[in-house]
C-alpha cells in the first residue's frame, strides 16, 4: 500500500459513486478497492465513507481529503508527465474547460491537428458555465476576458481577437426585404443567442447602436446556426464561426462592413510550481493557429 495509489483509488470512487465502477476505471478489483480505503483511513484515523451494500456516503472528513487530495495528485502525476517530458515525448492528460458555445465551434476545431502533433496528450473537454470562475481542476480555463476576477492563483493570456458581423442564408435573403443599410436591419428577424429577451441592442464600430428583435432564442450555437441556415432568420457573430458554412455557400455576409468592436478569447490556467508543458503547448499551438490562418471562433452577438 502507498498513499499516491490508495489517494487516488479513492478520488475515483467518490467521481463514479461506486467501487463498481471505480474498479473498473482503475482496471482492478472492489476487493482490492475496498482494502485500499480501508487502509487509508487506517492511516488518517477518520472515517471516509460510509459504506452500505447499496450506497456509498462521502463524509466531511472525507470531502476535506478529496478536495485536497485531488489536487495534490494532478499535481504528483503533471509532475512525472513533465519529468518525462524532458527526455521523451509529452503526454498525460490535459483538463480544458471552456463555455458550450466556445467548445463547440472553437476548441473542436483545433484539437484534430493538436492530437496528431502530440499523440500521447489525452484530452478531456468540460463543458463550463458561461460567466463561470476558472476551476482549478482545470488545466485551461477558456473565456472571454472575466474583468472582475483577480487571482494570484492564476495566469492570463489572450488567445486570439475576433468581430462579429451579420450573416443570413442565400433563401432568407431572397424572399425577405432587402438590406443595403443599417437601418433596414431593424425591419428584419434576428436568431438570438442568450436565455431570454426576444429584443437586445448591440453596439458596432463608431459607435453605432442597433435593436434586434426576433422569433428564436437559444444558448445552443449549434441550434443557432441550423436556424440560420434553415433561413428562420439573420445571426450576429463572426465569420470564423460559420467558416463551413460560407465555405459550402449556406450562409453569406450581410452589410459585411458593418462590424461590433474587436473582442478576446482568454485562456486561464493556474501558477504551478513547475512547468506544465502541455498546457504551454496548447496554448502556443492555439494562438500560432490563430495568428494564419484566421481562427475558428465560437462567439454570438454580444448584447449590451
Not at 72 to 77: E, I, K, P, T
Not at 245 to 268: M, R
Request: proline residues 4%.
Amino acid at each position: 500500500m502507498d498513499w499516491i495509489t490508495c489517494a487516488n483509488s479513492f478520488i475515483t470512487v467518490v467521481e463514479h459513486g461506486s467501487l463498481a465502477q471505480a474498479a473498473n476505471k482503475l482496471n482492478t478489483s472492489s476487493s482490492a478497492l475496498s482494502k485500499r480505503l480501508s487502509w487509508l483511513e487506517k492511516q488518517l484515523g477518520v472515517q471516509l465513507l460510509k459504506r452500505t451494500t447499496r450506497h456509498l456516503t462521502v463524509t466531511d472528513a472525507g470531502q476535506l481529503f478529496y478536495q485536497r487530495s485531488a489536487l495534490l495528485v494532478n499535481d504528483w502525476q503533471q509532475m512525472l508527465a513533465e519529468t518525462t517530458a524532458t527526455y521523451g515525448e509529452v503526454g498525460g492528460i490535459l483538463r480544458l474547460g471552456a463555455p458550450l458555445a466556445t467548445g463547440s465551434r472553437l476548441i473542436v476545431n483545433y484539437l484534430t491537428e493538436f492530437s496528431q502533433c502530440y499523440p500521447k496528450i489525452k484530452i478531456e473537454l468540460h463543458t463550463v458555465t458561461a460567466g463561470q470562475l476558472p476551476d482549478l481542476n482545470l488545466d485551461v480555463f477558456i473565456s472571454r476576458e472575466i474583468t472582475e476576477f483577480n487571482s494570484c492563483s492564476y495566469i492570463a493570456t489572450k488567445l486570439l481577437s475576433y468581430q462579429n458581423g451579420f450573416y443570413a442564408a442565400p433563401a432568407y435573403l431572397e424572399n425577405n426585404l432587402p438590406i443595403t443599410t443599417p437601418e433596414q436591419l431593424c425591419q428584419h428577424n434576428y436568431l438570438l443567442f442568450g436565455e431570454q429577451n426576444h429584443q437586445q441592442d448591440h453596439t458596432f464600430e463608431n459607435n453605432q447602436r442597433l435593436r434586434l428583435q426576433g422569433n428564436f432564442i437559444t444558448t445552443n450555437p449549434e441550434v443557432l446556426v441550423a436556424g440560420a441556415v434553415a433561413g428562420m432568420g439573420l445571426i450576429l457573430t463572426s465569420s470564423q464561426t460559420i467558416k463551413r458554412e460560407l465555405d459550402n455557400g449556406l450562409l453569406v455576409p450581410v452589410l459585411p462592413t458593418l462590424k461590433q468592436p474587436t473582442d478576446a478569447i482568454y485562456a486561464y490556467y493556474p501558477k504551478l510550481n513547475y512547468h506544465h508543458v502541455k498546457t504551454k503547448l496548447f496554448i502556443d499551438f492555439i494562438k500560432q493557429k490563430s495568428s494564419h490562418p484566421r481562427p475558428t471562433i465560437t462567439t454570438f452577438g454580444t448584447q449590451d
